[in-house]
């Protein structure tokens, strides 16, 4: 039968975007729909890592003997017999900025110490997308706090670095109404590192002296070459009418920025936490018993 119903290569993966292995272009020109890109190969061609499902992923490394893979706590959804885990603190200026930074206290590196091939996976703590970063090619970016999920380490031992950083303003209000953290994750160095993101992501390549104008719960990470700054968005009308604040979060290049459509503080201010009206202790019920005070 001929091939004329099968879906435009193209068409299917912008309708799962998951299958693709470079980044998609788009009708602006420099905006490409992420797509996930093609992993690393060990001899037999087995990947490095893969990543699985569609809307609340895991990725799953392959582990050869004497790989390892790093993590914080609570990343882990399984592995396999020969894995083993070490908890360390990294120093206590490290451990400080990997907490500032929303990282938790101790990182854990899990090892391949058998002499066969064996596996671990990890998951978010929010169901969504995980998002892989070469940092051979983008050595270093600032991402939103709690982004961080995980990351290999190389064959020659060089890990990825997670830190404080300060939000790229460049003004006081940029600092205060910008939307983005003032302290960010700093992510460096390193093979591959894996964020946690939500909805669908749009990479956008800024060129020197370009801005964009986007929404601060919109971005997941850039490098830091761009700088952030805020916009008024207009008069008294937009302010109190438009739902959108007082200030645009603006971004200036150059440098690559990462956005998302539903990142997970924006899907946080949809579920408050509710405040509880009654004060601190039992009601005691409405004829004030607490006990029967031990009459006769």
Do not use: H
Request: with cysteine.
């Amino acid at each position: 039968m001929a091939s004329d119903n099968l879906l435009d290569p193209l068409l299917t993966n912008r309708l799962f975007p998951e299958y693709g292995a470079e980044p998609l272009p788009m009708s602006l020109p420099s905006f490409e729909l992420w797509v996930k890109p093609k992993a690393d190969e060990y001899n037999d061609g087995l990947p490095v890592w893969e990543i699985i499902g569609s809307d609340a992923q895991m990725v799953q490394f392959p582990l050869r003997p004497g790989r390892k893979v790093t993590c914080f706590s609570g990343a882990m959804a399984y592995m396999s017999d020969g894995i083993k885990m070490d908890v360390k603190l990294a120093g206590l200026g490290k451990t400080f900025g990997r907490l500032v930074g929303g990282g938790s206290l101790f990182q854990l590196t899990y090892t391949n110490q058998s002499d066969q091939p064996g596996y671990i996976s990890m998951t978010p703590d929010y169901p969504g997308m995980i998002i892989p970063i070469d940092m051979r090619q983008t050595p270093k970016i600032l991402a939103l706090r709690d982004s961080f999920l995980c990351s290999t380490i190389t064959e020659a031992g060089i890990e990825t670095q997670i830190s404080a950083g300060f939000n790229p303003s460049r003004s006081v209000a940029g600092f205060l109404c910008g939307g983005l953290d003032f302290i960010m994750q700093t992510i460096e160095q390193g093979e591959w590192s894996f964020l946690m993101s939500m909805g669908t992501i749009i990479t956008k390549t800024l060129e020197p002296g370009e801005s964009i104008l986007v929404d601060g719960q919109a971005v997941l990470c850039l490098e830091p070459s761009v700088v952030v700054d805020v916009e008024r968005i207009g008069g008294i009308a937009a302010i109190c009418c438009a739902g959108e604040g007082i200030f645009n979060t603006t971004l200036t290049g150059p440098g690559k920025i990462w956005m998302q459509s539903m990142g997970i503080d924006k899907l946080r201010t949809l579920f408050p936490v509710p405040v509880s009206s009654s004060g601190g202790g039992g009601d005691g019920g409405d004829d004030g018993g607490g006990g029967d005070g031990g009459g006769e």
